[in-house]
């Protein structure tokens, strides 16, 4: 459960991304590259690492990514640069990248029994939510301690959270599991991709990872633009999202086993759709705040529709379709760079027009499911 919550650590970006731009007088549309660099290693490593898991061991791999984590965390202490803050963020995403491999996975040697295995992976799901939750908290403090140029000592904080949970897990007796053997071959995981019904699906992924990321990037920097909001007041707009998501996602875990997936996600995108209009165009604080809520809430269930749609999708390629599923989060890397841009040239109503787009595409998703 601490691993969850190490996973969660990766949605500081966008906070952190407020510090970096201030700190080093970025452009939006170079900000909007920040957050690029936690999540485009899912595209390139999910797979392969995937296949390292399976030569050297669950536990072995989320060790590994705790390491790339802390390394990340602590780099800014040894020289706090625009360089190497980037380069912190990057060990962040690919530190997160492996640990979102490997650590449900592990979860299943420790609990076999079915029934249980789905409620902890549920409860790890909230843990991860309530870290995305309390990050900004770790920001606040370090400013609040030393100043807002010193925002990154937030990083060692973090980095001790994550080398208390290694050295647990390390101490923590788990039996290994028994090697497959399988390979994932990434030319054959991509050739999937042929199937319409896949290729809708895995858009699908990562337009709801891209809505995510961009709620999260934008919502602190809409409120401060919109109603001057100080550093203090910015944070309840990215807390308010992550605790709207982690609420809807535990009412959508119980009315799911009631209400087929797609009806479900139909009605939720559809007011997800709406949600987003009004955070575009009425300029209301408390409004606008309430949006930013109801666009995390209904969202909260759409990626494990999608991806359960796509395992349903043919069912005998289950290991090639998750891979290909973890990779479609890289969506995150790829919406953001725009959704800055869109800022930088159409102000805060032009960077939600970006997560509109997102929205429709999602839209359009679930009304061409059968």
Same mark, same amino acid.
């Given at each position: 459960?601490?691993?969850?919550?190490?996973?969660?650590?990766?949605?500081?970006?966008?906070?952190?991304?407020?510090?970096?731009?201030?700190?080093?007088?970025?452009?939006?549309?170079?900000?909007?590259?920040?957050?690029?660099?936690?999540?485009?290693?899912?595209?390139?490593?999910?797979?392969?690492?995937?296949? /390292?898991?399976?030569?050297?061991?669950?536990?072995?791999?989320?060790?590994?990514?705790?390491?790339?984590?802390?390394?990340?965390?602590?780099?800014?202490?040894?020289?706090?640069?625009?360089?190497?803050?980037?380069?912190?963020?990057?060990?962040?995403?690919?530190?997160?990248?492996?640990?979102?491999?490997? /650590?449900?996975?592990?979860?299943?040697?420790?609990?076999?029994?079915?029934?249980?295995?789905?409620?902890?992976?549920?409860?790890?799901?909230?843990?991860?939510?309530?870290?995305?939750?309390?990050?900004?908290?770790?920001?606040?403090?370090?400013?609040?301690?030393?100043?807002?140029?010193?925002?990154?000592?937030?990083?060692?904080?973090?980095?001790?959270?994550?080398?208390?949970?290694?050295?647990?897990?390390?101490?923590?007796?788990?039996?290994?599991?028994?090697?497959?053997?399988?390979?994932?071959? /990434?030319?054959?995981?991509?050739?999937?991709?042929?199937?319409?019904?896949?290729?809708?699906?895995?858009?699908?992924?990562?337009?709801?990872?891209?809505?995510?990321?961009?709620?999260?990037?934008?919502?602190?920097?809409?409120?401060?633009?919109?109603?001057?909001?100080?550093?203090?007041?910015?944070?309840?707009?990215?807390?308010?999202?992550?605790?709207?998501?982690?609420?809807?996602?535990?009412?959508?875990?119980?009315?799911?086993?009631?209400?087929?997936?797609?009806?479900?996600?139909?009605?939720?995108?559809?007011?997800?759709?709406?949600?987003?209009?009004?955070?575009?165009?009425?300029?209301?604080?408390?409004?606008?705040?309430?949006?930013?809520?109801?666009?995390?809430?209904?969202?909260?269930?759409?990626?494990?529709?999608?991806?359960?749609?796509?395992?349903?999708?043919?069912?005998?390629?289950?290991?090639?379709?998750?891979?290909?599923?973890?990779?479609?989060?890289?969506?995150?890397?790829?919406?953001?760079?725009?959704?800055?841009?869109?800022?930088?040239?159409?102000?805060?109503?032009?960077?939600?027009?970006?997560?509109?787009?997102?929205?429709?595409?999602?839209?359009?998703?679930?009304?061409?499911?059968?």
């Amino acid at each position: 459960m601490l691993g969850f919550f190490v996973m969660g650590f990766c949605d500081i970006v966008g906070v952190g991304s407020d510090y970096v731009q201030r700190s080093f007088g970025w452009s939006d549309s170079m900000t909007g590259f920040v957050p690029s660099m936690v999540f485009i290693w899912f595209l390139f490593l999910a797979i392969p690492f995937g296949n /390292l898991m399976n030569k050297i061991g669950r536990k072995n791999t989320v060790v590994i990514s705790m390491v790339v984590t802390i390394v990340g965390m602590l780099l800014p202490l040894v020289i706090y640069d625009s360089t190497t803050c980037v380069i912190a963020f990057a060990l962040l995403g690919i530190g997160n990248t492996i640990l979102q491999v490997s /650590l449900n996975p592990l979860v299943s040697n420790v609990i076999t029994d079915g029934r249980l295995l789905t409620s902890s992976l549920t409860a790890g799901q909230v843990v991860k939510a309530l870290s995305s939750l309390l990050g900004p908290e770790f920001v606040i403090l370090a400013v609040s301690q030393w100043g807002e140029d010193k925002w990154y000592l937030c990083f060692p904080m973090l980095g001790a959270i994550t080398l208390i949970t290694a050295v647990w897990l390390v101490a923590t007796p788990i039996e290994r599991e028994k090697s497959s053997g399988a390979t994932l071959d /990434l030319g054959a995981t991509f050739s999937l991709l042929k199937d319409n019904t896949i290729l809708l699906l895995f858009l699908g992924i990562l337009f709801v990872v891209g809505l995510d990321v961009s709620v999260n990037f934008i919502s602190s920097k809409l409120m401060a633009d919109r109603f001057e909001w100080t550093a203090e007041q910015q944070k309840w707009a990215p807390q308010t999202y992550f605790l709207c998501r982690t609420i809807g996602a535990l009412l959508g875990s119980y009315l799911l086993s009631r209400v087929a997936g797609v009806k479900y996600f139909r009605w939720n995108i559809a007011a997800c759709v709406g949600a987003v209009l009004v955070l575009m165009f009425v300029s209301h604080a408390m409004t606008d705040l309430v949006c930013i809520g109801a666009i995390g809430f209904l969202a909260s269930s759409v990626f494990s529709i999608i991806y359960s749609e796509a395992l349903q999708a043919q069912p005998t390629k289950a290991n090639e379709i998750s891979g290909l599923m973890i990779t479609a989060i890289s969506g995150g890397a790829i919406v953001t760079p725009v959704l800055g841009f869109a800022i930088e040239n159409g102000g805060m109503t032009g960077g939600v027009g970006v997560i509109l787009l997102c929205a429709l595409y999602l839209a359009f998703c679930a009304f061409r499911l059968k």
